[in-house]
């Protein structure tokens, strides 16, 4: 044996650093823009409920649409907060304000400026240090008011003058308002201001004021002096017009609405539309006056929340109404299109969630453009280049789904076509086979008219039209097994029976079982089933017969309380999960099982008390439990879990409860609900942010595994050195390998040098230097930032000539003037591939020799070259060209190459050589119907024999 000469490379595993997170925090899922109360998986998809009515991907507080279709005309611009002012720069651009502090993931604290482009200007950022309520331009200036005290690099109480290049503060100009400004419009010298001070420019002013666009001072003629604040200003010609919570001005009774004199501030004494509540907005299109707020009357007739009015007498108009059913905050004209932005359900005639674009003839929605929005649209701007929304939303362009969905596992994507629509919040889902069971306070779901509890059907979300237990309240929890529905929650009767608070129900009419009635004497907040036991959790104190305090174990045929488990929960208990033998509860507890457990606990199924080992010493309300395996994943209201800082979403080990080091989400609001798919965890609760990032009421985290190695194999051994391959699976982190090897089984005394893969794929090494002979054992070590993986074993023997002749070759068909072989793969027996010989009627004794030049059809000896199979996963070889009638003698002789000329080959040529002796089939015509007799390897003889039909 020569010596082996190869650099060792030493290693640990110790070295690898597991401070990275074990998990990704999904971005891109969508979010609903209301709580989330219960989530619950299968392998296709996974449903969830709460009291949402809008689904969609995160947008931020304000975003571009398209006047004519109300898309989206730019990339988001992702402001991470609200919008609550917005303006046209004059050149297709906006200044926007609110209380945000990043647009686009560059810092702007509460004031940006839009590029016409979409894109952020990055050289204007005045950074103001509180909320930006309202922006008006005039010349190169830019007027900003709202509730800071610096801005633009000054100290600038409530409002300030920017130079529209640099956002910087006018020096000269500070009008000093002792409280906050909500509305300015300028006109010429003259800049109006509107809000709920008491001072500005020196001067005693109430409300509203008139500012020199130079000096910032008050001018001391112009008093309206309301009897309240002032939201909104507009003007138009000698014009003031103003809204707001007032009801005098101008020295005139004006309730929330007054068109002043721009010279002495008084009220216009033809001018009196009286609004029964506040006024919000104005806007002026010539003789039309468009206002809206929260109002129901004007002139105490009934008109909701929007009306146009004529600028000569206040009369509203009686042909243009739009009737909201909720307030408008913003209205932007644009040609004949009035957009409205507010916070309705309904507008001009159609179903608008909070925007719309109204015809200014009749006041009728448009029918094509519908842009749904989540939440509050506070501000419209139109130009040339689109409608800037802004507002306290986080969705824009979403859809409306009320209180239940369903996302396809696969895709991620929102399934569309399942639309329940229940009218009223989710609390509790439940899968069976089918059949997908929902509870809350809903009347109305799939179509049909059900109180607080259906079954709906999987494919379209219809409810089952014989299935209506009609629960008199509140459903908070619903567990299947097999063909019953156990149902907890705050109701008295369902299912046609008297049943307080928990029932069992059928899964055919939704009757309640007549014969189990455990009665609990307050609510039901859990369910988990086990065998023939049902676990419940609650508030209650009785139930099943028994004095139970929260928490209690129920046979499942007549709903008594076991006698001998009583865990004695000093609180309630709001969640359940079952693992095998061990029942974790959550809760608000301090005691439970005989021990002192904090909110969440780990109990005996047999007797109910608290495991000893396990103790997370959760320090608050543990709301939902889902189990995966050897992990506990529990979400609520908690800070602290597992002695670890976990913020409201925590996994637990199953073994102590102590918390996982590298997985700590960080919800910013509480986890209700936690459902597992594959490695896919989904939470849902009334959080506003996951890890830093803007995930509402809904989140997706992937989790990372440690990678997994299979097929370890070896490709081929040639000249000193062997190829290898294996397939690794990453788990979705960047993992190292490499490969280790020596000349015993389980002594890995080398490695190759570590390689990184990214993806999914075939790890593939070259050794090298071996010694000639040598037996060699070799593993694959994976390792990323999770764990180490080890492959299984392999060997081989370090020889240039194969290790062995192929143990299969025999004859698969016979086709008169062609011969077709299977024979086992080269590379089952470490060789790159084979080269077959035949010679017709004798045997022969040539065989190839190393380095020799060969082809198909060529001779070695007195033998011919019928096939060279340089496939090493090859399976079947073809001789073709021969004479039929004729009988062959056939040998294959296994080879190893470098892969690049079959004259590098060494061909194994001692031993047994397998070997076939073949007649080639006669033509029908001649022999009429054969039959194959026989087949005879290493030399046997295929006997071909005649039948006459």
């Not at 932007?332 to 719309?356: L, P």
């Not at 359940?576 to 199924?605: C, H, P, W, Y």
């Amino acid at each position: 044996m020569r010596s082996l000469y190869i650099f060792l490379l030493l290693f640990s595993t110790n070295y690898i650093s597991y401070s990275q997170n074990s998990f990704e925090i999904d971005v891109n899922t969508l979010i609903a823009n209301e709580t989330v109360f219960s989530i619950v998986s299968n392998n296709a998809y996974t449903y969830f409920g709460g009291s949402f009515k809008m689904l969609g991907k995160y947008t931020g507080g304000g975003d571009i649409v398209t006047s004519s279709s109300g898309t989206t005309s730019f990339d988001n611009l992702y402001i991470d907060g609200e919008v609550e002012c917005s303006v046209s720069d004059g050149s297709g651009g906006w200044y926007i304000g609110g209380e945000f502090s990043q647009v686009a993931g560059v810092t702007r604290n509460r004031i940006a400026h839009i590029n016409s482009d979409g894109t952020l200007d990055l050289d204007w950022n005045p950074n103001s240090n509180s909320r930006v309520k309202c922006i008006a331009i005039g010349g190169n200036f830019i007027y900003v008011g709202g509730d800071f005290s610096n801005i633009g690099g000054q100290a600038r109480n409530h409002l300030a003058k920017l130079n529209n290049t640099n956002g910087s503060a006018d020096l000269s100009w500070n009008p000093n308002s002792n409280r906050g400004i909500e509305a300015i419009a300028v006109s010429g010298n003259d800049i109006y201001v509107g809000g709920w001070f008491s001072q500005i420019g020196g001067l005693a002013k109430s409300y509203v004021a008139k500012l020199n666009n130079t000096n910032g001072n008050a001018e001391a003629n112009w008093s309206p002096n309301p009897a309240s604040a002032i939201r909104c200003i507009a003007l138009s010609g000698n014009d003031v017009y103003v809204g707001g919570y007032f009801s005098t001005i101008g020295g005139q009774t004006r309730n929330k609405i007054a068109k002043l004199n721009n010279t002495n501030g008084d009220a216009d004494p033809s001018w009196s539309p009286t609004v029964s509540t506040a006024v919000h907005c104005i806007s002026i299109d010539g003789n039309n006056i468009y206002i809206g707020g929260g109002f129901t009357k004007i002139n105490n007739i009934t008109i909701n929340k929007i009306a146009r009015l004529n600028n000569t007498n206040g009369d509203f108009d009686p042909t243009w109404k739009p009737e909201a059913n909720g307030d408008v905050n913003s209205i932007a004209i644009s040609g004949d299109d009035i957009f409205v932005g507010g916070y309705f359900s309904t507008v001009g005639g159609q179903s608008r969630a909070n925007v719309a674009k109204l015809n200014n003839t009749n006041g009728n929605a448009d029918i094509n453009w519908n842009t749904s929005v989540s939440k509050d649209v506070r501000t419209i701007s139109v130009n040339e280049n689109g409608v800037f929304l802004g507002g306290i939303f986080t969705i824009l362009g979403g859809l409306q789904f009320n209180y239940l969905a369903r996302i396809n596992n696969a895709t991620g994507k929102l399934d569309e076509s399942w639309k329940p629509n229940p009218n009223d919040l989710i609390y509790s889902i439940a899968l069976s086979e089918d059949d997908v069971y929902t509870g809350g306070n809903f009347t109305n779901i799939g179509g049909e008219s059900r109180n607080r509890i259906a079954k709906l059907n999987n494919t379209n979300g219809n409810a089952d039209p014989s299935w209506n237990p009609n629960a008199n309240s509140s459903i908070r929890c619903i567990a299947v097994s097999g063909n019953d529905i156990y149902v907890g929650g705050i109701f008295t009767t369902i299912g046609g029976q008297t049943r307080s608070r928990i029932a069992k129900l059928n899964n055919s009419n939704g009757n309640a079982d007549p014969s189990w009635n455990p009665d609990a004497n307050n609510y039901v907040f859990a369910l988990a089933t086990s065998n023939n036991d049902v676990y419940v959790g609650g508030e209650f104190t009785n139930i099943g017969g028994q004095s139970r305090n929260n928490v209690a174990k129920l046979n499942n045929t007549n709903g008594n309380a076991d006698p001998s488990w009583n865990p004695n929960a000093d609180q309630e208990i709001r969640s359940m999960a079952i693992s095998g033998d061990d029942i974790f509860v959550g809760g608000s507890f301090e005691e439970i099982g005989g021990q002192t457990r904090t909110n969440i606990a780990k109990l005996n199924n047999t007797n109910g008390n608290a495991i000893l080992d396990w103790n997370s010493n959760t320090n608050n309300d543990v709301y939902s439990i889902a189990v995966s395996g050897n992990d506990i994943y529990i979400g609520g209201n908690f800070s602290n879990s597992g002695g670890e800082s976990r913020n409201r979403i925590a996994k637990l080990n199953n073994t102590n409860g102590n918390a996982d080091a590298n997985w700590s989400p960080d919800a910013n609001g509480t986890v209700w609900a936690i459902s597992i798919n594959n490695n896919n965890i989904y939470f849902g609760g009334s959080f506003k942010k996951v890890g830093g990032n803007n995930l509402e009421y809904f989140a997706k985290i992937n989790n990372f595994l440690a990678p997994s190695i299979s097929n370890p194999n070896i490709v081929k051994v040639y000249d000193n050195s062997a190829t290898l391959t294996s397939q690794i699976t990453i788990n979705g982190l960047t993992t190292t390998y490499t490969y280790e090897y020596g000349t015993s089984s389980g002594n890995y005394s080398a490695t190759t040098t570590s390689k990184e893969i990214t993806a999914n794929g075939s790890a593939t090494v070259v050794l090298s230097g071996l010694d000639a002979d040598d037996e060699y054992f070799v593993r694959v070590r994976a390792i990323n930032t999770i764990g180490i993986s080890y492959s299984s074993e392999i060997s081989f023997i370090n020889t240039n000539t194969p290790q062995n002749h192929t143990a299969t070759f025999t004859l698969a068909r016979n086709e008169i003037t062609q011969l077709i072989f299977n024979h086992q793969s080269a590379q089952s027996i470490g060789a790159s591939g084979y080269i077959i010989l035949y010679k017709q009627g004798s045997s022969f004794t040539g065989v190839p020799v190393d380095g020799g030049n060969y082809s198909v059809g060529g001779t070695i000896g007195d033998a011919t070259i019928g096939a060279i199979i340089t496939d090493a996963n090859a399976i079947e070889a073809t001789i073709s060209g021969l004479t039929k009638d004729v009988q062959y003698h056939i040998k294959i002789y296994p080879f190893n190459w470098d892969g690049s000329d079959i004259t590098t080959a060494e061909y194994k040529t001692d031993g047994d050589v397998p070997s076939l002796t073949v007649v080639t089939v006669p033509t029908l015509g001649e022999w009429g119907m054969m039959a194959f007799v026989g087949l005879m390897a290493f030399g046997g003889v295929f006997f071909v024999r005649k039948r006459i039909v």
